[in-house]
T-cell receptor, first 110, second 118 residues
Framework: DQQVKQNSPSLSVQEGRISILNCDYT??????FLWYKKYPAEGPTFLIS?????DKNEDGRFTVFLNKSAKHLSLHIVPSQPGDSAVYFCAASRGNQFYFGTGTSLTVIP | KAGVTQTPRYLIKTRGQQVTLSCSPISGHRSVSWYQQTPGQGLQFLFEYFSETQRNKGNFPGRFSGRQFSNSRSEMNVSTLELGDSALYLCASSPNNRGVFSGANVLTFGAGSRLTVL
């Protein structure tokens, strides 16, 4: 049972434009949502998180939005840079249990 | 401080063999989790250990097992390897054992062990 879903396997964006990565979840009991970025041959690295009691969290070029009624979150990257090209995983946590999506491969075109 | 260290980074085995992967967490982190990554399947949770006890377990067959030592280092073992076990195995550690009100419990991942089963 996939509790966290990323329905877009890939996304291409021009450098300087906005990248929007989407994620849906099914369990309303999740308390935190996180985004991880993964380069080839490396482990995922933590990018940004949001508590279930918030609807927005911003860190530099990265903003995560949470829509609890729709059970949907999104990651906005503005402006997108070629170095942002990676696989992005959405994750949801409840206590010490984590559920990951299948990832979205972002390509930023120079 | 040093990150999460996984060994070996790459290994090749044949069907029917068994394999042991090792993970050294960040110093002070008591929780260690293991994930399997395969193309199109994302990160599939295997198990989580805390203070030498398996606290959570994913939906994998009994061929997959693990343990944690008193210094928080962890190993996972896969017996009777199958072709479908070829994957990147990721270990992650985290410090937070206090539950939902103490901030996001961020996992820090190692670089992974790439297992190829022939």
């Amino acid at each position: 049972d996939q509790q966290v879903k990323q329905n877009s396997p890939s996304l291409s964006v021009q450098e300087g434009r906005i990248s929007i990565l989407n994620c849906d979840y099914t369990n309303s009991m999740f308390d935190y949502f996180l985004w991880y970025k993964k380069y080839p041959a490396e482990g995922p690295t933590f990018l940004i998180s949001i508590s279930s009691i918030k609807d927005k969290n911003e860190d530099g070029r990265f903003t995560v939005f949470l829509n609890k009624s729709a059970k949907h979150l999104s990651l906005h990257i503005v402006p997108s840079q070629p170095g942002d090209s990676a696989v992005y995983f959405c994750a949801a946590s409840r206590g010490n249990q984590f559920y990951f999506g299948t990832g979205t491969s972002l390509t930023v075109i120079p | 401080k040093a990150g999460v260290t996984q060994t070996p980074r790459y290994l090749i085995k044949t069907r029917g063999q068994q394999v042991t992967l090792s993970c050294s967490p960040i110093s002070g982190h008591r929780s260690v989790s293991w994930y399997q990554q395969t193309p199109g399947q994302g990160l599939q949770f295997l198990f989580e250990y805390f203070s030498e006890t398996q606290r959570n377990k994913g939906n994998f067959p009994g061929r997959f097992s693990g343990r944690q030592f008193s210094n928080s280092r962890s190993e996972m073992n896969v017996s009777t390897l199958e072709l479908g076990d070829s994957a990147l195995y990721l270990c992650a550690s985290s410090p937070n054992n206090r539950g939902v009100f103490s901030g996001a419990n961020v996992l820090t991942f190692g670089a992974g062990s790439r297992l190829t089963v022939l």
